[in-house]
């Protein structure tokens, strides 16, 4: 457990169905600094009652009687409950092809560099930051039956270990805005379910994995294209400088880095090129 400079309140843990409670200054510090720490998540004052949601649940759910005793649960190492807090913290909001000039770009552009210069026909893509597991299910129905006789591998990885799960699992509560020809071919309709199933064609792609893009990236080879879209957004400047510079040393010469729609590099000091909204090349 790391240990924080911000002094917690005194008191033990008790159990408490407690309501209407308030979260001091001292252990909305201690509780951003810890997210800081472990994720890289910045929460500030702008999104303290985001915080204060998230860490209710928590306190709820482990019928504790307010945020002083939720605070000392994780100083003291509580089993579980430090990953349980990052993943209370962690944004999921994801969609089948959002941002679909991404995945035109992807199949019309970036897929014809590939066959030309892959001559060992191995394409390798990472979805960072996966969360539920659209984004690379949309990658996957994106380059299925595009380069027959290759070895395609897709990375999908994310901090979150639950939606990890509901990633690896591929079921959908809906299929919205994936394409009607997509559909018929790669998503299965669940009787008396009514939820919709990835095909093992599409699944067999995917590799999910946990990972904390701060800490060190097990991966030893380079990859042909990076999604990391809608992540860089909760760092602060400096821990994307340093983001930048690990996604552009994992991409082979040529690689394309795909990020999301309010972010940019411009006023980064990069190698990378602009090539498309919100696409870069090395």
């Known amino acids: 457990m790391v240990s924080l400079s911000t002094p917690l309140l005194g008191g033990a843990i008790h159990e408490c169905g407690a309501v209407n409670l308030i979260m001091q200054d001292a252990e909305f510090n201690y509780l951003s600094q810890l997210a800081f720490r472990e994720s890289g998540i910045v929460i500030n004052e702008s999104k303290r009652d985001m915080l204060y949601g998230r860490v209710m649940k928590r306190i709820r759910h482990l019928k504790l009687n307010g945020f002083t005793a939720y605070c000392q649960l994780l100083q003291d190492s509580y089993a579980g409950e430090l990953s349980a807090f990052i993943n209370a913290i ?3 909001l994801t969609a089948f092809f959002r941002e679909e000039y991404h995945f035109d770009f992807l199949k019309k552009v ?24 659209q984004e690379p299910y949309s ?7 595009q380069l027959p006789d290759w070895d395609v591998k897709i990375l999908a990885t994310d901090l979150d270990s639950e939606v990890l799960w509901r990633a690896h699992q591929g079921r959908y509560d809906d299929l919205m805005g994936v394409p009607l020809h997509y ?29 904390n893009l701060l800490s060190p990236w097990p991966m030893s080879g380079l990859f042909d294209a990076i999604f ?3 992540v860089l957004i909760y760092f602060d400047n400096e821990t994307k400088r340093k983001l930048i510079q690990r996604f552009y040393s994992k991409l082979k010469p040529g690689g394309y880095l795909f990020l999301g729609h309010s972010e940019s590099l411009q006023s980064s000091n990069t190698k990378f090129k602009l090539v498309g909204q919100t696409i870069y090349q090395r």
């Open 110 to 133: 970036a897929l014809a560099n590939f066959k030309h210069h892959n001559q060992d026909k191995r394409l390798r893509i990472w979805s960072a930051g996966c969360s539920t597991g």
């Open 139 to 145: 990658i996957a129905m994106s380059v299925q039956g």
């Open 228 to 230: 990391c879209r809608n």
């Open 183 to 211: 559909r018929s071919q790669y998503c299965a309709d669940m009787e008396h379910q009514h939820r919709y199933g990835m095909d093992d064609e599409i699944k067999q792609l995917i590799a999910f994995k946990q990972l």
């Open 90 to 92: 962690t944004t999921n």
